[in-house]
Every structure is written in C-alpha cells, then in structure tokens.
C-alpha cells in the first residue's frame, strides 16, 4: 500500500490571483488606447521549411 492514500475525494482547487484588482489594472494597460503605442506588434513566425527526407537528398 502507498502512503498517498487519502480519505475521501481529493479537490484540486486552480491558483487564484493574490490580488484580483491588481490583475484587472494590468489588463487595463494593455487595452487602454493611450498604451496602444507602447504595445509591440510581432509580426507571425514564418511558415518551417520540412527537410527533405535522407533518401531524397541522395538523388539530388
């Protein structure tokens, strides 16, 4: 028998934010129009090349 055994259902309860009104503040910044110019815009990855297989570069 293991010694993690516990009696009963075992609830998991998610983490919770320390300070809910500080999260909501962060949220602010980033939607607040007047941050808009501080926000940086990365442009998407470009699209991966797969390798051609080992038996293909051999012919090439």
């Not at 009104?21 to 699209?47: G, L, M, Q, S």
Request: aromatic fraction near 4%.
């Amino acid at each position: 028998r293991s010694g993690l055994v516990t009696e009963g259902p075992t609830v998991l309860n998610p983490p919770k934010p320390i300070n809910p009104e500080e999260d909501e503040c962060v949220e602010e910044t980033y939607t607040d129009p007047d941050h808009v110019e501080y926000n940086i815009k990365v442009p998407p990855p470009p699209p991966v090349q797969k390798p051609k297989p080992l038996i293909q570069r051999n012919f090439v």
